[in-house]
């Protein structure tokens, strides 16, 4: 190579050597996507028909977005040395990668269609960043209240028992009662694990009749979410239960999706990244609605924070990620936030992304719950969107009884399913 080039790969692998020693993952941002062997005339390349589908029915036009990311561009990437790509990013032409390659990393800064390569996780957890030592969910399933008791009619179709009030705030049974439940939907949820779905008698139905159609585990990359965090099962609970007389779903007939994006153990920008795959991923399937009840502002190592001025849905990966889900004719729906009585009060980044539904948190009497965020996002727009039932929401507990919780990521749920059958019962709109 020659002398100057030598000089600046010396000085990059110095750089990558003194500065990201203490990193192990990093998120490579590409320039652009020349050379790529996928066209937009072709999208069944990469679109299944459904999504394509989708797309055809709301005039969304199939966009460079759409188009994979170069393939040589990946190959360079993993071959520059100890390389692991971990995900990837199509709408944000990015990959993640992990590596302790200090020249592995400098050889990927230098290529011409590299913009950058940012870190995202730590290598090793250190004394200075404020590791916590609970679960990051706590908060929101800690505070068990007894849920609004209200009396249904007998003409309902479902016997929902305990969920009946976080259904009836919205008129959710007319939907039921009239035919639309969720068939023929499809529904993603991204969570940070489904525990005991596969055992839970909140999830009998569901099971049975074959409704969880895919499950992936983008923190680990393998297919199994059983064995996970608990809170996408109480998640789940609220929208696919059918346990009549107990707890019933706002949307127990559709078919499901269950991702998990989040790892309770530590708080890093890679799960935001983790969510942008996982979206493209059940946006090429063709899923209808998504559900995410996460929320990111604060992370172990502060360099990485998000501060209000960026909660304007441009910044952030999971809110970039969010508003192009919308693009692709996919409804969104969000979890707000539970900072509403914290110093910091305001919304957590996805719940600042465009287009979307953000959802805060009412009890079933619609009174506004005290921990529910506070909007708008920082450059303005109403933020939350709507608010459904998020203090003691009826939920499925591990001990396989009905329980009662509290919190945003409860409320999210509830509506997503009710959207899901809203649409159902109006496809063309």
């Not at 320039?31 to 066209?39: A, S």
């Not at 028909?49 to 190959?75: C, F, G, M, V």
């Not at 032409?93 to 230098?110: S, Y």
């Not at 935001?272 to 929320?295: K, M, P, Y």
Request: aromatic share 12%; net charge neutral; hydrophobic share 40%.
């Amino acid at each position: 190579m020659g002398k100057a080039l030598l000089l600046i790969f010396i000085a990059a692998t110095f750089f990558a050597k003194v500065s990201y020693a203490q990193f192990s993952k990093y998120i490579i941002r590409f320039k652009n996507k020349v050379g790529t062997p996928y066209t937009i005339n072709n999208p069944s390349q990469y679109l299944s028909a459904r999504s394509i589908q989708r797309r055809a029915k709301q005039k969304i036009s199939i966009d460079s977005t759409d188009l994979p990311i170069t393939p040589r561009y990946i190959d360079s990437i993993r071959l520059a040395g100890n390389v692991i790509i971990l995900n990837k990013s199509k709408w944000l032409n990015e990959v993640c990668i992990q590596t302790t390659d200090a020249t592995a990393l400098a050889k990927i800064n230098i290529f011409p269609f590299v913009i950058s390569s940012d870190p995202v996780m730590r290598a090793q957890l250190g004394d200075r960043e404020n590791i916590s030592t609970r679960n990051k969910f706590n908060e929101e399933i800690s505070q068990i209240t007894t849920g609004t008791q209200l009396v249904q009619t007998t003409a309902d179709f479902f016997n929902y028992g305990n969920s009946f009030a976080q259904i009836h705030i919205h008129e959710g049974e007319f939907l039921h009662n009239n035919g639309f439940k969720g068939e023929g939907m499809l529904l993603a949820m991204f969570d940070a694990g489904y525990r005991n779905y596969l055992t839970l008698t909140a999830f009998d139905s569901v099971r049975n009749n074959n409704q969880i159609i895919e499950t992936y585990d983008f923190v680990k990359n393998e297919i199994s979410v059983n064995e996970d965090d608990s809170h996408g099962t109480f998640c789940f609970s609220i929208i696919a239960a059918n346990w009549p007389g107990q707890l019933v779903g706002s949307s127990p007939k559709a078919k499901f999706y269950l991702y998990r994006t989040e790892e309770v153990a530590t708080e890093y920008p890679i799960e935001e990244q983790n969510w942008a795959a996982a979206a493209e991923r059940a946006d090429s399937i063709g899923i209808d609605v998504f559900s995410t009840s996460l929320g990111y502002t604060t992370f172990d190592n502060p360099v990485f924070n998000h501060t209000y001025a960026e909660l304007n849905g441009k910044i952030t990966i999971i809110a970039r990620a969010n508003a192009l889900a919308a693009k692709k004719g996919i409804i969104s729906v969000v979890s707000a936030g539970n900072d509403g009585n914290n110093s910091w009060h305001y919304i957590s980044t996805p719940a600042d992304a465009d287009s979307i539904v953000t959802v805060g948190a009412v009890t079933a009497a619609g009174v506004s719950a005290s921990f529910s965020s506070y909007g708008p996002s920082s450059d303005g727009r109403i933020k939350p969107t709507v608010a459904s039932v998020g203090q003691g929401t009826a939920i499925a507990g591990l001990n396989d009884q009905p329980t009662f919780g509290n919190g945003t990521s409860f409320a999210a749920p509830n509506l997503a399913g009710l959207i899901t059958c809203l649409w159902q019962a109006f496809p063309d709109y």
